[in-house]
């Protein structure tokens, strides 16, 4: 009966209620955390209610005192533990609480541990705590995750409560009302600080993200309309240059820019675009009259070697350059005091197309006290590595342009096509990875990806583009290109399809729009993060039980309906396991009799070849199909990627 009142009683009433609030709490908040450093949190919320309950029952000191030494080893592995450098010193200070915990529980049993006085041991508890500060004090300057942010706000008043719910139990005893039913209610307020805590700051970083990435989205969507405005108008490099050139200048908000073209032969950049006031960050040649007209004429049309200066250093390291303050930079030359001739901020990025320079793009502040962002460096790169994209796609159109006279807008779109596709498919330890793409005459629609974002994780992409020809061509480029942006994230694979979809809705046609499937692999254990938008269901072959397990959706395509939600599906994949992704047209094709090929068919050629590798089984299932169509036009491209788990 004894024993039910104190299950009853108020305190242990409090610590339920806390506890029941904290862990549902913090397990919300673990949804959102992809660095897992909330669930040390979920642990310490059910030893804090564990310690309550023993102290509610038990109300002996001994029993009390180990039971705190037991949570405040806990909370110290969970306050240093994201602090890795100091993680040797956490694991003694936890040997050091385990050793005092059994000389506590021994002591009276073993007459050589008097002297261990109780005044002694609950010292240490004070000890535990001044160590817990010391570790953290000295890792505090850290803060480049959420949870560093978090724990530097909490740990000072976490440990002063702490100490004083020590101290207090010490002075006015454990058994007393007001420190059972005050005190120790009380002692859970930081945890709550820290899971309200956690929530605003997953939420502020939320909230940055998309805000980012909606800016960037606009300021991409901005460049290839500005660059593809002047592609409907004109066949002469020079315009796209130019129009690439203001395109980045405006979206940075530059003072001057210029796009130099690289000369490989010579290794000679040459002056080919330029837009606003750009001073000469390179020593003006002798004899040069310090006149503006006279530099701004000299300067577009220059033409110097890669070693001569931080231009050319740009090029030949294939580096990106960014000097927040150019007078602090020896490399920038100051040419004179003028105000025509300063120079305050500078950024130089190489323009990339396949591992070759084409070119730099460079900018510079001159105003006083005006300076790039660390933002405008990072939009720049992004910016300059897309708008390379445009004008790989301009130039090789006019090499087509300039060997058939004209090309045929579908034949444009299949080049832009073939180009963004992944010249060699990558094969990995534990995933084995095979496809192809049969396009069909007129259509430029399917695409499918392989973005490695961490050396554990790899994101799969396919999708089929809705209309023909350069439209359907430039949104593929432009969902290719904010999905090399933003996939490498640590949001999940819906969020990823949430983004695309607002970045693309409403800056194309209602008639032009794209099914999408995302999966995101760790190729360390297997699990696979599945996400979808309007595509065909993904099939997975289960080695186990030797059959095929279809996996769907239902979600609207990319560029409906800008607010659209998208879902995500977690999934095991075990040794052996294989995944098709696969476009309608593959399904779809038909004989001459009329009859689709279907998922069954391709159901079963999977199971029949199971033991072959990747790229085996999907040349079975190209064979299997141009036989099965044999001379019939198709008119649709046919394309899959399957993948096998080799854990």
Avoid at 85 to 91: E, P
Avoid at 299 to 323: P, R, T, V, W
Avoid at 447 to 474: E, H, L, M, N, S
Wanted: hydrophobic share 45%; with cysteine.
């Amino acid at each position: 009966m004894a024993f039910l009142q104190q299950i009853v009683s108020l305190p242990f009433i409090i610590s339920f209620f806390f506890f029941a609030l904290l862990v549902p709490f913090f397990i919300y908040i673990r949804t959102k955390d992809t660095e897992g450093n909330t669930s040390g949190f979920i642990v310490l919320s059910v030893f804090l209610f564990i310690k309550s309950v023993i102290s509610t029952i038990f109300t002996d000191r001994l029993v009390w005192t180990v039971a705190l030494i037991a949570f405040f080893a806990v909370t110290a592995c969970v306050f240093i533990l994201p602090y890795k450098k100091r993680r040797v010193w956490l694991y003694l200070l936890i040997v050091l609480n385990i050793i005092v915990s059994a000389v506590l529980i021994i002591q009276p049993m073993v007459k050589a541990l008097e002297f261990f006085t109780q005044p002694i041991l609950y010292a240490f508890l004070v000890i535990d705590l001044a160590a817990i500060a010391v570790l953290w004090f000295f890792n505090k300057k850290y803060s480049e995750t959420i949870t560093h942010v978090v724990l530097n706000a909490i740990i000072p008043w976490a440990l002063a409560s702490m100490l004083l719910y020590t101290v207090l139990g010490l002075l006015i005893g454990i058994t007393a009302d007001i420190y059972t039913r005050f005190i120790t209610p009380l002692s859970y307020w930081w945890l709550v600080y820290a899971a309200l805590r956690f929530l605003r700051e997953h939420d502020a970083e939320m909230v940055a993200a998309t805000n980012y990435y909606e800016e960037t989205f606009d300021s991409l969507y901005n460049l290839f309309m500005k660059t593809g405005t002047v592609l409907k108008d004109s066949f002469e490099a020079g315009d796209i240059l130019r129009s690439l050139n203001e395109a980045i200048h405006e979206e940075i908000h530059a003072d001057g820019s210029m796009i130099f073209m690289v000369d490989e032969f010579d290794e000679q950049l040459s002056a080919k675009a330029y837009t606003g006031n750009y001073p000469p960050p390179i020593a003006l040649p002798e004899g040069l009259p310090k006149k503006e007209n006279r530099i701004v004429s000299w300067m577009k049309h220059i033409q110097f070697d890669y070693s001569s200066n931080i231009l050319g250093e740009c090029a030949k390291s294939i580096k990106n350059i960014y000097i927040p303050d150019a007078s602090l930079d020896s490399r920038i030359v100051q040419n004179g005091d003028e105000d025509f001739l300063r120079i305050t901020s500078f950024i130089a990025v190489p323009l990339m197309v396949e591992d070759k320079v084409m070119g730099v793009y460079t900018a510079v502040k001159t105003q006083p006290g005006t300076f790039f962002s660390e933002n405008d460096f990072d939009r720049t790169k992004i910016l300059a590595n897309f708008g390379t994209i445009s004008l790989s796609n301009f130039l090789r159109f006019l090499e087509v342009k300039e060997r058939s006279n004209i090309q045929q807008s579908a034949d444009t779109a299949a080049q832009i096509q073939k180009a963004m596709l992944p010249k060699k498919l990558p094969q990995y330890k534990t995933l084995q990875l095979g496809a192809f793409l049969q396009p069909s005459v007129g259509v430029s629609g399917d695409y499918y990806d392989v973005i490695q974002t961490r050396k554990d994780r790899v994101v799969i992409v396919i999708g089929d583009i809705a209309g023909k020809g350069i439209v359907a061509a430039t949104l593929l480029v432009m969902i290719r290109a904010l999905l090399h942006l933003i996939c490498n994230t640590p949001r999940d694979m819906a969020t990823v399809l949430d983004w695309v979809n607002r970045g693309i809705t409403g800056k194309i046609d209602f008639d032009h729009f794209a099914t999408l499937s995302l999966l995101a692999v760790n190729l360390e254990t297997g699990e696979t993060e599945y996400a979808n938008a309007g595509h065909q269901p993904m099939l997975i072959y289960r080695r186990a039980t030797n059959s095929i397990e279809t996996v769907e959706i239902q979600s609207l395509p990319i560029g409906v309906e800008k607010n659209t939600e998208y879902a995500r599906k977690m999934i095991k994949l075990n040794n052996g396991d294989m995944v098709a992704l696969y476009t309608d047209g593959l399904i779809e094709c038909m004989n001459e009799q009329g009859k689709q090929f279907g998922r069954k068919a391709l159901s079963n050629i999977i199971i029949a070849n199971k033991d072959l590798a990747a790229k085996e089984i999907v040349n079975k299932i190209k064979s299997e199909v141009s036989t099965f169509i044999g001379t019939v036009r198709q008119h649709d491209d046919q394309t899959i990627l399957l993948f096998k788990i080799n854990l």
